[in-house]
């Protein structure tokens, strides 16, 4: 059974910053592309920002220059800095990984329980 974990949503003003981090933790797997997902109410879910086990990056257009996406592959954890935070950023962000069970053989993704960021303007 493997586990991904969120931290760091919260309420903060526009042009602030916040960062969420997200563990994977059970017993015995692999994580190949990590990212961040965001949902805000009446949209649909988005990708904001990926980045693969050897650190290639991809970012939504609306993002880039104000997110930074990182991984730290031995603690199997993702991170997201979200600087000069607009209000058009508040939503549901989720954490997504690639996880393998099977040392590669079969790859599947998996979700985050979800944490809300609002941006108050």
């Known amino acids: 059974q493997v586990q991904l974990v969120e931290s760091g949503g919260g309420l903060v003003q526009a042009g602030g910053s916040l960062r969420l981090s997200c563990a994977a933790s059970?017993?015995?797997?692999?994580?190949?592309?990590m990212g961040w997902y965001r949902q805000a109410p009446g949209k649909q879910r988005e990708l904001v920002a990926a980045?693969?086990?050897?650190?290639?990056?991809n970012y939504a257009d609306s993002v880039k220059g104000r997110f930074t996406i990182s991984r730290d592959n031995a603690k199997k954890t993702v991170y997201l800095q979200m600087n000069s935070l607009q209000p058009e950023d508040t939503a549901v962000y989720y954490c997504?990984?690639?996880?393998?069970?099977?040392?590669?053989?079969?790859?599947?993704?998996?979700w985050g329980q979800g944490t809300q960021v609002t941006v108050s303007s």
């Open positions: 059970g017993r015995r797997f692999s994580t190949n592309t």
């Open positions: 997504n990984a690639q996880i393998s069970l099977d040392w590669g053989t079969q790859w599947n993704d998996y």
């Open positions: 980045i693969t086990s050897g650190g290639s990056t």
